[in-house]
């Protein structure tokens, strides 16, 4: 079957650095996505790793190692602005989205 | 403003009863989606369609019909609300729905089935 695990929620302070784990099993595999959700809002694109490594943008980073089913993303100078709901979302071998639960991120100041 | 618009904003629905959700997008996306978010859960797929005449079944479409008779717009249709569909859909479209294809989501109908 397909399955995502990522933490249900994890607390962080104000101008700290904070790491969101995702594990994954999918029906093959075509890249793999982070989107962030305020309360109450629709899901906005953070970012997209097909290949092994890191890719950086701005205080967000995204890694990705395909033979461990593993991604992180890596939020730096923490902002209150960035209490949010964080979701994984690999690509299966259908070009399907398969989402996680989401981390729900506190950021305290 | 480029994007997707949907419409109810929030719906009480008595069961039984037939309801359609709209959904419009104006990016000239190929590719559109419905998904419903429950809590604790993953968004879940409920019908895609890949190009305007063409539909598919998603992780959990029983219950619900879709349309896409044009680019712009992908209807959600409840023919019967029962209490489990109570959720807060999203619809979303992408350029394609293959390759490096982001996903932009509307802003979401809240469904009450009493």
């Known amino acids: 079957g397909q399955n995502i695990d990522q933490p249900t929620e994890m607390t962080a302070t104000e101008g700290a650095i904070v790491q969101i784990n995702c594990t994954y099993q999918?029906?093959?595999?075509?890249?793999l996505f982070w989107y962030q959700q305020h309360a109450g809002e629709a899901p906005t694109f953070l970012s997209y790793n097909v290949l092994d490594g890191l890719e950086e943008k701005g205080r967000f980073s995204s890694f990705l190692s395909r033979s461990k089913g593993y991604s992180y993303l890596l939020l730096k100078e923490l902002q209150m602005k960035d209490s949010a709901s964080y979701l994984c979302?690999?690509?299966?071998?259908?070009?399907?989205?398969?989402w996680g639960a989401g981390t729900k991120l506190i950021i305290k100041p | 403003i480029a994007g997707i618009t949907q419409a109810p904003t929030s719906q009480i629905l008595a069961a039984g009863r037939r309801m359609t959700l709209r959904c419009t997008q104006d990016?000239?996306?190929?590719?559109m989606y419905w998904y419903r978010q429950d809590l604790g859960l993953g968004l879940r797929l409920i019908h895609y369609s890949n190009t305007a005449g063409t539909t598919g079944k998603g992780e959990v479409p029983d219950g619900y019909s879709v349309s896409r008779a044009n680019t712009d717009d992908f209807p959600l249709t409840l023919a019967s609300a029962v209490p489990s569909q109570t959720s807060v859909y999203f619809c979303?479209?992408?350029?394609?729905?293959?390759?490096?294809?982001?996903?932009?989501f509307g802003p979401g109908t809240r469904l009450t089935v009493l």
């Open positions: 990016m000239r996306h190929n590719a």
């Open positions: 979302a690999p690509r299966d071998s259908n070009y399907q989205l398969i």
């Open positions: 999918t029906s093959g595999f075509n890249g």
């Open positions: 979303a479209s992408s350029p394609t729905g293959t390759e490096a294809d982001t996903q932009y």
